[in-house]
Every structure is written in C-alpha cells, then in structure tokens.
C-alpha cells in the first residue's frame, strides 16, 4: 500500500537535528530525501558519540534522523555545482535548509532563485530566530534557545538556579513543527497548485512548548520561575516526591484526587485546604509540603506507583533512559523498533512516532556514506554519464573529497 508522501522528493540542506529530523519523518512516511552534504558531512555525524564507537563512525544520533537518505556531496559555491543543484530543485517538490539567513541566497538557491526552477515549491527554512529581525543572523543551538526563550529560567530549583534540560527540547519538536509545516502546505498545495514559503524559527517551536507559562504572563503579568519539580498547577499533590529508594512522580491537581493521594499517604485529606498555590513558600504551606514529603518517604517508589495507580490517580516512577526502554508498556508501541539495518552498533532504533491501522511510519532503511550517492541522484534528476563527468572534471563534484557548502 502507498504511504502518506509516496511520490513526494525533498531536497535537504540542513545539518544536525532539527532540520535532518523534519525530513527523516516525511522520508518514514515515503518521501524519497535527497541530502546535500559537506565535504567534512553533517556535524550531527561526530555529536553524541559513545566511547565504544570507533572515530570513523557515524553516531547514532546521526542513524536515527537519516535513514533512507541519498548523500550527494555537490560544491555550491561553484556556479556549474550551484546550477546542478537547481536541476535537482526542479524536479523536487520540497527544500529544507537550516543555514544562517542570508546564506543560500549568497549561494543563488534562496527560494526566488528556486521557485524560478520549480514555481510550486514548498521551501522551508530553519533558523534560530528567524528570517527577519535584529537577531536572524545569530547562530543558534538548542541550548541558546532554551536559555532566550524562557525554558531555563522555568526549569530547575531556587536553591541551584536555571538548569538546562538534558535533552533537545527545542530540536525535536522544531523537527515535528517543520515536517507539520510542509505536509500542510503540500496539501495545501494539492489544493491550489501553489508552493509555499516556510520560515520556522526555533524561538518560536521553545515558545509554544511554554503556552502555559505565556498564556500566564499574557493574563496579568504572572507565570513562569524555578518551582523544582513541582506541576505549574501549583498544588499539594502534584510534584516528584522522593521515596525510599527513589522518586514518583504524582499528578493529582484537583481537590478530589489529592484527598484521594492524602488519604493513601496516611494523611488527614484536610491538608489540601492547607496549601496555598498562590503563596507555596509561605510558613504553612511549607509545613503541609514537608509533611507530605515525609509521608512519600516511608514507601518505595514501586509500592507507591501501585497504590496510586490502583487508586485510579495519576503516578509513575521517575525511570532513567534504560528504565523507559525496558518497559512491557514499549513493546505495544512502534518507537523502539530492530535496526533494520542491524548495525551492531546500533541493534536498537527510534522508530515510528506513532501507530496507524493502515500504513504509517516505517523506518526508511540504512544510513549513507558522504557523498554516496551523488552520481546516482544526477540520473536520476536527468543528467548524462557525459554531464556528470564534467561535473566531475570541473571540480562542481567530489572526486575523493567534496567541497563544502557555506
């Protein structure tokens, strides 16, 4: 059966996660994704290495967002390598980059000089903070974003100060807000015949992450600081309590269920009309926490999840990433899968981030060597044996190393 982009060609310029993971989830969905590389490749290829892989390897990171990919290692600033790429664009329905704004018009490929090649392309660009702005020309990496945007300065405690996360909470779903973005303007596309401009900024993917805090700051002023780990609803019984050997985490926000967890917890329910939300650190407010937390204590975190979810209340163990991938819950769902591939390096992947009846996402296949597939794309695209090797012979191409884009 055909998936969901059958018959849909991306040309992708971007490096590391973001961009490289927007195309990755349309190429699971049948997209074919052809990738334009430096001559040193994506930088995502040598970031997040483990000490057991040998210095030549990709790492698995850099596995998870390119499968199924065909490499092509074009120069672009050579104008017979730039013209070739707009030979490839013609015949593509969606470019994705994530250079610094500005760059690939320096490069002749900005989305006028494409459209000129193919009028109903659905261009997409990736950037920090924008294409316009007194700061779209800044480099930007998930960790700035999380610090401009406000995450930092909502996540850790008051006694240590603002924490970065120790995941990508801005790349990831800057991926998912991209793919979203192109698949509607290809459909919006189906039903106009017009192509697209995107500009996505990763300033604005941290944001809506954050739409509680801001709807908050935008009602009077208020939301957001380092409240530890306790919900932003700001109530009794909804935070990570520590227990005899470990965390739970308890999500009990309305008066009903956290008389319910007081109840199991041995406590007098009336406790909850005790905590303030309003003012958490005030004098009482404090003692109820304190003797709640020394309630959790008593327990291990397995004896309370039990209890808890038994009692129909929302609670989980607080589990580390080996934890999660050792859970039966993940063999009903489709985001741990085999490598396809089985790299031995590898043996598990990220699969599908989702499961469908018919259809849905499938792992798209291997990982491509740098530049690998360059003179199969150009065939592909039209080229000649004869115009590929002048390509070749006017240096647009690698021979054994390519030249690298701006």
Same mark, same amino acid.
Not at 159 to 188: C, H, K, M, N, S
Not at 296 to 312: I, S, V
Not at 383 to 393: H, I, K, M, P
């Given at each position: 059966?055909?998936?969901?982009?059958?018959?849909?060609?991306?040309?992708?310029?971007?490096?590391?996660?973001?961009?490289?993971?927007?195309?990755?989830?349309?190429?699971?969905?049948?997209?074919?994704?052809?990738?334009?590389?430096?001559?040193?490749?994506?930088?995502?290829?040598?970031?997040?290495?483990?000490?057991?892989?040998?210095?030549?390897?990709?790492?698995?990171?850099?596995?998870?967002?390119?499968?199924?990919?065909?490499?092509?290692?074009?120069?672009?600033?050579?104008?017979?390598?730039?013209?070739?790429?707009?030979?490839?664009?013609?015949?593509?329905?969606?470019?994705?980059?994530?250079?610094?704004?500005?760059?690939?018009?320096?490069?002749?490929?900005?989305?006028?000089?494409?459209?000129?090649?193919?009028?109903?392309?659905?261009?997409?660009?990736?950037?920090?903070?924008?294409?316009?702005?007194?700061?779209?020309?800044?480099?930007?990496?998930?960790?700035?974003?999380?610090?401009?945007?406000?995450?930092?300065?909502?996540?850790?405690?008051?006694?240590?100060?603002?924490?970065?996360?120790?995941?990508?909470?801005?790349?990831?779903?800057?991926?998912?807000?991209?793919?979203?973005?192109?698949?509607?303007?290809?459909?919006?596309?189906?039903?106009?015949?017009?192509?697209?401009?995107?500009?996505?900024?990763?300033?604005?993917?941290?944001?809506?992450?954050?739409?509680?805090?801001?709807?908050?700051?935008?009602?009077?002023?208020?939301?957001?600081?380092?409240?530890?780990?306790?919900?932003?609803?700001?109530?009794?019984?909804?935070?990570?309590?520590?227990?005899?050997?470990?965390?739970?985490?308890?999500?009990?926000?309305?008066?009903?269920?956290?008389?319910?967890?007081?109840?199991?917890?041995?406590?007098?329910?009336?406790?909850?009309?005790?905590?303030?939300?309003?003012?958490?650190?005030?004098?009482?407010?404090?003692?109820?926490?304190?003797?709640?937390?020394?309630?959790?204590?008593?327990?291990?975190?397995?004896?309370?999840? *039990?209890? @808890? /979810?038994? =009692? !129909?209340?929302?609670? #989980?163990?607080?589990?580390? $990433?080996?934890?999660?991938?050792?859970?039966?819950?993940?063999?009903?769902?489709?985001?741990?899968?085999?490598?396809?591939?089985?790299?031995?390096?590898?043996?598990?992947?990220?699969?599908?981030?989702?499961?469908?009846?018919?259809?849905?996402?499938?792992?798209?296949?291997?990982?491509?060597?740098?530049?690998?597939?360059?003179?199969?794309?150009?065939?592909?695209?039209?080229?000649?044996?004869?115009?590929? *090797?002048? @390509? /070749?012979? =006017? !240096?647009?191409?690698? #021979?054994?190393?390519?030249? $690298?884009?701006?």
């Amino acid at each position: 059966m055909p998936q969901a982009f059958d018959g849909i060609r991306i040309l992708d310029f971007t490096q590391v996660v973001a961009g490289p993971y927007a195309a990755q989830l349309l190429g699971n969905q049948g997209a074919g994704v052809v990738k334009v590389e430096p001559a040193r490749g994506d930088q995502l290829r040598q970031i997040f290495k483990t000490s057991s892989q040998p210095p030549d390897a990709d790492s698995a990171a850099y596995e998870l967002v390119n499968r199924g990919k065909r490499s092509v290692s074009i120069d672009l600033k050579n104008p017979a390598g730039r013209d070739a790429i707009l030979k490839v664009a013609a015949g593509c329905d969606v470019l994705l980059e994530n250079f610094r704004p500005g760059a690939m018009a320096r490069l002749g490929l900005d989305y006028e000089a494409v459209r000129k090649a193919r009028p109903d392309i659905v261009y997409c660009s990736i950037s920090g903070y924008g294409q316009t702005g007194p700061l779209a020309g800044e480099p930007a990496y998930d960790g700035t974003i999380q610090a401009i945007s406000g995450m930092m300065s909502n996540n850790g405690h008051p006694e240590t100060g603002p924490t970065r996360a120790g995941f990508l909470p801005v790349d990831v779903p800057t991926a998912f807000l991209a793919a979203y973005a192109i698949a509607a303007a290809l459909f919006r596309r189906a039903q106009t015949g017009r192509g697209q401009y995107v500009d996505l900024a990763m300033i604005d993917t941290a944001i809506l992450m954050q739409m509680s805090v801001f709807s908050q700051v935008f009602t009077d002023g208020s939301g957001g600081g380092l409240i530890g780990n306790r919900s932003t609803a700001a109530v009794l019984t909804a935070d990570a309590f520590p227990c005899s050997d470990g965390y739970i985490a308890v999500s009990a926000v309305t008066r009903a269920q956290g008389r319910i967890v007081l109840e199991l917890a041995g406590l007098d329910p009336d406790l909850w009309d005790d905590f303030d939300p309003n003012d958490p650190e005030s004098p009482r407010s404090r003692e109820v926490a304190d003797i709640v937390y020394a309630a959790f204590r008593q327990r291990p975190m397995k004896d309370w999840e *039990a209890r @808890l /979810r038994g =009692a !129909g209340q929302s609670a #989980s163990c607080v589990l580390d $990433a080996k934890g999660v991938a050792g859970l039966d819950q993940m063999a009903h769902r489709a985001v741990f899968q085999d490598d396809p591939a089985e790299n031995p390096a590898a043996p598990r992947t990220i699969g599908g981030a989702f499961k469908a009846n018919e259809d849905g996402p499938a792992i798209a296949g291997r990982v491509s060597a740098i530049g690998e597939d360059t003179e199969a794309v150009l065939t592909d695209f039209g080229f000649s044996g004869a115009d590929v *090797a002048t @390509l /070749r012979e =006017a !240096g647009a191409i690698r #021979s054994d190393e390519p030249s $690298a884009p701006a």
